[in-house]
Each structure stands twice: as C-alpha cells, then as structure tokens.
C-alpha cells in the first residue's frame, strides 16, 4: 500500500525450445516465451542474453543457427520476433498497460569461451 503500486497479481510463464546438432559444428534450434501481464522475471540477464527476452510480458518467437568456429569460437545468428502485449515489462511496481507493439530482430553474435 501507500504510494508505491506493487503489482500483487498472478503472474506466470512458458518457456519451451528445441535444437537440432546437424553436426558437431552446426545447431539450429527455436525457443517460444509467455509472459502473462504480471510476469516479472527476476533472474539477471546473461552475457549471451542481450536481448533478456524472458522479462517480456506477451509472447517471444526465436529462431537461430549457431556455427562452431573451433572449440572456443562460436558464431549465432538469430532472428527474434517479439509480441509486447502489456508494457512495464521488468518493473515489479506501477502497474500495466494493455499495448499492441511488436520487434523483429537480426542478430548476429560472436561468442569467444575462456
């Protein structure tokens, strides 16, 4: 109560993907997210994440292909499709609003492990 508005509601999500391993040096994969108007994610995004699409409230489509350089080296190339259906997306306070925006996003990723 008071002056802050906590967004005490039920709050879930769906997140399912796949990938096939064509070969050692070639994946390619998709990976579905909901967010229903309440969800807020509290995990930190990652470094491989930019895009930290888990903390949409509305629904994400991603397709990508990832090509194994050599052991360390990695290469993903990722298209993103994503439906914002409420806005405040990440914010645990001051409510939301119903909106109808869209992203579609190419991404191309160079991924080096130490």
Do not use: C, M
Request: hydrophobic letters at 40%; aromatic letters at 22%; glycine letters at 8%.
């Amino acid at each position: 109560s008071g002056a802050v508005n906590w967004n005490n509601k039920d709050a879930w999500a769906i997140h399912i993907g796949a990938r096939y391993d064509f070969t050692k040096a070639f994946n390619l994969g998709f990976e579905f997210f909901h967010g229903s108007k309440y969800w807020v994610a509290l995990s930190r995004p990652g470094i491989n994440d930019p895009l930290d699409f888990r903390n949409t409230r509305g629904n994400v489509y991603d397709i990508y292909a990832i090509w194994r350089l050599d052991l360390n080296q990695y290469l993903r190339f990722a298209y993103t499709h994503i439906d914002y259906q409420y806005a405040n997306s990440s914010v645990p306070v001051g409510g939301t609003y119903k909106v109808n925006d869209k992203a579609n996003i190419f991404s191309l990723f160079y991924n080096v492990r130490f």
